[in-house]
């Protein structure tokens, strides 16, 4: 089945530590995204790549990374740099990046700060 | 800037009755709209999108949208409501001309619960 997969599920950071999020698709996309999704804030776009090694920030990208070396993969690094990261962070794809592209999303990754 | 408001962030109603969930746009050029349904600790999915080929779009499970261009609306309208609808709803708007990469702005969401 053609799907994204987001791993792990639910991610556990001491504050101070890079950790990185997976997000890999199997549908051939171009596009891919990063979103954070908070209570009552609806989703916010952290990065996107509409193109192997070529990707743009997004509305909140400070404190966040990204590489995209390869066409299905679309790593996500929260760094020591952000301030608030508890989240539940959402990757998604779409065909080619085009405004009325359809994004496909992954089951999320859920990341908690002790 | 474009932007999109959904009005109300809970929403209740009874299985069987009409489901209403309200969406108003802000976009200063023609845009794309969508609905997307969360359930809860998962990913979102596409229930339907308008790209105006027509107003009235017809989605999945029984949903459907009507874009009204004086009003900047999109609401989201089932007649009947199920159990399994119970969920969040989003709303989201793209621009047509200034292609950012399929930029997606969303609304804060509205959470639909529905009660037997």
């Known amino acids: 089945d053609g799907g994204i997969t987001q791993s792990p599920k639910y991610l556990f950071r001491k504050e101070g530590q890079n950790v990185t999020l997976s997000c890999e698709q199997n549908l051939n996309h171009d596009a891919m995204y990063w979103y954070r999704q908070d209570p009552g804030q609806g989703l916010r776009l952290i990065y996107y790549s509409q193109i192997v090694n070529d990707f743009q920030k997004g509305d909140i990208a400070e404190g966040y990374s990204v590489s995209r070396e390869k066409k299905e993969s679309f790593p996500l690094t929260v760094t020591s740099a952000q301030k608030n990261p508890t989240a539940f962070y959402l990757c998604a794809s779409s065909i080619v990046g085009k405004s009325a592209d359809t994004q496909y999303f992954g089951p999320g990754t859920r990341l908690t700060v002790l | 800037a474009q932007s999109v408001t959904q009005l109300g962030s809970h929403v209740s109603v009874s299985e069987g009755a009409l489901v209403l969930l309200r969406c108003n746009y802000s976009?200063?050029?023609?845009?794309?709209l969508f609905w997307y349904v969360q359930y809860p600790n998962q990913g979102l999915q596409l229930l339907l999108k308008y790209t105006s080929a027509a107003t009235l779009v017809k989605g999945i499970n029984g949903f459907e949208a009507e874009f009204k261009k004086s009003e900047t609306s999109f609401h989201l309208t089932k007649p009947s409501a199920h159990m399994s609808d119970a969920a969040e709803y989003f709303c989201?708007?793209?621009?047509?001309?200034?292609?950012?990469?399929?930029?997606?702005?969303f609304g804060q969401g509205t959470e639909l619960s529905v009660k037997p």
């Open positions: 976009s200063s050029v023609p845009p794309y």
């Open positions: 989201a708007v793209s621009d047509t001309f200034y292609n950012q990469g399929g930029k997606l702005i």
